[in-house]
């Protein structure tokens, strides 16, 4: 299994002239893009609303992963040693922290290769609703549009990444197409109630 790297601040990335092209990329998707309001969407608010005051409180990590896609194997490995790694760093925040951290997982080596990534998140995501987390997956040529305008892409990231972050109620109205999906996720929770997170 590849372990961890140390994750990386994403705002700190943006003030950071050393931090490497990929954080820098990424840091700046994030902001520029899913923190800004669409007025396509027909609502208020950021592409997704709790990136703003997360990238501000430093909560949004980046982290690397360097394996090519020789193996699939290893890149699921890599992603679950991802997500034991977030799960231990939150576990004992109060559920309005953890609302707040997500971490950003960018594969640096498969440029072009968002089907590897696609296969990933399609492997994984299952273990990862099991106990308690979620899984977003974002590259350049991504087609995923939001389901409030399908004419808006949601998920056109620099670099080829999996987002990791706890699951919500909310997260419910994504699954609801995808039975064995979403019967895992009322199985574990689910997940943090925004209403209710103090």
């Not at 994403?10 to 800004?36: C, F, H, K, M």
Request: net charge negative; charged share 25%.
């Amino acid at each position: 299994m590849s372990t961890p790297t140390e994750p990386m601040d994403a705002a700190r990335a943006l003030d950071d002239p050393p931090a490497p092209d990929w954080a820098v990329r990424t840091a700046a998707w994030i902001r520029d893009e899913i923190s800004v309001p669409v007025p396509e969407l027909g609502r208020p608010g950021a592409l997704c609303p709790y990136v703003p005051t997360a990238l501000r409180r430093g909560h949004i990590e980046l982290s690397a992963c360097t394996l090519a896609g020789e193996d699939p194997q290893a890149l699921d490995a890599a992603l679950l040693g991802h997500a034991a790694d977030f799960r231990t760093r939150v576990h004992e925040l109060k559920p309005a922290e953890a609302l707040l951290r997500c971490r950003v997982v960018v594969f640096t080596a498969l440029e072009g290769r968002g089907d590897l990534l696609t296969g990933v998140r399609t492997r994984v995501k299952p273990l990862l609703l099991a106990v308690g987390l979620t899984v977003g997956e974002f590259f350049p040529a991504s087609p995923d549009t939001s389901i409030r305008n399908s004419e808006v892409p949601v998920a056109r990231s620099p670099w080829p990444s999996l987002a990791l972050r706890h699951s919500t109620p909310h997260d419910e109205l994504f699954l609801a197409g995808q039975p064995e999906l979403h019967r895992i996720f009322r199985a574990a929770g689910p997940g943090i109630d925004t209403r209710t997170a103090t």
